[in-house]
């Protein structure tokens, strides 16, 4: 019962925790994008 129990909670925790996960990595990848971009205007800006 208690085993059952925890493996429930444990299941739910990654449940909520995989789109909290996704959307960090999505941020990260944009802001990481937008930096990239940001350097090479930066560049094409002194040359």
């Known amino acids: 019962m208690l085993?059952?129990?925890g493996y429930c909670r444990l299941f739910h925790l990654?449940?909520?925790n995989?789109?909290?996960?996704?959307a960090a990595l999505a941020?990260?990848?944009v802001l990481?994008?937008?930096?990239?971009l940001m350097l090479n205007q930066t560049?094409?800006?002194?040359?």
């Open 14 to 16: 990654v449940e909520k």
């Open 43 to 47: 560049h094409s800006i002194h040359t």
């Open 3 to 5: 085993k059952e129990d």
């Open 27 to 29: 941020i990260m990848i």
């Open 18 to 22: 995989i789109p909290l996960g996704a």
């Open 32 to 36: 990481f994008g937008n930096i990239v």
